[in-house]
């Protein structure tokens, strides 16, 4: 079992820039693939961006592409994601997730029902 703990949100003006990160507790972290979720009020969780466990393979939600960056520190056991040029549509609540693998691997997941385990949610709020 893993225990994930976001932090690094906050309030920011749109064209502003966070960090959030990720921290991770229990079983070794270099075991998972890692990805990072959004829920806005009144809409599903929704995939932002997805790192392999390999940390060679990343992907991303076309609505973030270019503006944001997932990253991991297997040592600090923590993923962050770095969100630039933020907009007031990028307001939400942002989840970690962490997939467990029995095998080095450079796959990626992005849907929801595809993690073992969440964080409970770090809320991100983006001013115009």
């Known amino acids: 079992q893993v225990q994930l703990v976001e932090s690094g949100g906050g309030l920011v003006q749109a064209g502003g820039s966070l960090r959030l990160s990720c921290a991770a507790s229990?079983?070794?972290?270099?075991?998972?693939?890692l990805g990072w979720f959004r829920q806005a009020p009144g809409k599903e969780r929704a995939f932002v961006a997805a790192?392999?466990?390999?940390?060679?393979?990343?992907y991303y939600a076309d609505s973030v592409k270019g503006r944001f960056t997932i990253s991991r520190d297997n040592a600090k056991k923590t993923v962050y994601l770095q969100m630039n040029s933020l907009k007031p549509e990028d307001t939400a609540v942002y989840h970690c997730?962490?997939?467990?693998?029995?095998?080095?691997?450079?796959?990626?997941?992005?849907?929801?029902?595809?993690?073992?385990?969440w964080g409970q949610g770090t809320q991100v709020t983006v001013s115009s």
């Open positions: 997730a962490a997939k467990e693998i029995g095998y080095y691997s450079h796959t990626y997941y992005s849907r929801p029902n595809e993690y073992d385990y």
């Open positions: 229990g079983r070794t972290f270099s075991r998972y693939a």
């Open positions: 790192m392999s466990l390999s940390g060679v393979s990343t």
